[in-house]
């Protein structure tokens, strides 16, 4: 499984600076590129 708990997501956040609004919340980004990372793309 690629996706962060919430206990993770907690510890993580704090680390992650964004500098702008995006549609989508930063914790689907995050996962979305785990994800790729863990299971490859195409």
């Known amino acids: 499984m690629s996706d ?3 206990a993770d997501w ?3 956040e704090p680390l992650i600076t964004v500098r ?3 549609k989508w919340p930063l914790l689907e980004v995050v996962n979305g590129i785990l994800y790729v990372l863990k299971n ?3």
């Open 4 to 6: 962060l708990g919430l």
């Open 20 to 22: 702008r609004r995006s």
């Open 10 to 12: 907690q510890r993580t």
């Open 40 to 42: 490859g793309c195409g």
